[in-house]
């Protein structure tokens, strides 16, 4: 049940890390024009902070599943689709940037996330955070179900009385 459970948390992560870090990385570059950083006044611009937030916001959900004590399921699904897409992008960039909600019809929140989604992937991000999500996959630890200590099972009501063991 628990591994089970790990593949559902697994699929949810891949759908923040892959639209939400998309949709984000676009509202946190807004500040940024042609390499050098423009001056966001909050004040007045607070898309920009709004898109750092939500970054933030991925961050800890990423954190949290890398160092939870779940199934490693929940690192190894996100971890598959995000290194399997930049695989796709090393060998065919043009099927790769195919994948990605780009369509001008869509809303334009998704078009936002998929244009967020090509830049994360073009600079090799996805390819970062895949294998940190890998690392746990790899811990045997991390496969075995919580051992229960043997002096937790132990009553000491249960022995007969005058008995040494």
Do not use: C
Not at 98 to 115: F, H, N, R, T, Y
């Amino acid at each position: 049940m628990r591994h089970f459970l790990g593949l559902l948390l697994g699929v949810v992560v891949t759908g923040i890390l892959l639209a939400g870090t998309g949709w984000a990385s676009q509202d946190a570059a807004r500040g940024v024009v042609n390499g050098a950083a423009a001056a966001v006044d909050p004040v007045r611009d607070t898309t920009a902070l709004i898109g750092l937030g939500a970054m933030l916001a991925a961050g800890l959900v990423l954190g949290l599943v890398v160092a939870g004590r779940v199934s490693p399921l929940a690192t190894f699904i996100p971890s598959m689709a995000l290194l399997a897409w930049t695989v796709v992008y090393l060998l065919d960039v043009h099927r790769a940037l195919g994948l990605v909600p780009a369509d001008p019809s869509m809303s334009p929140e998704i078009v936002q996330a998929g244009k967020g989604m090509q830049n994360l992937l073009a600079e090799g991000v996805y390819a970062m955070i895949g294998i940190a999500l890998f690392i746990p996959v790899l811990m045997p630890s991390r496969w075995a179900g919580r051992q229960r200590d043997m002096e937790e099972g132990y009553d000491e009501e249960s022995s007969p009385s005058g008995s040494y063991y």
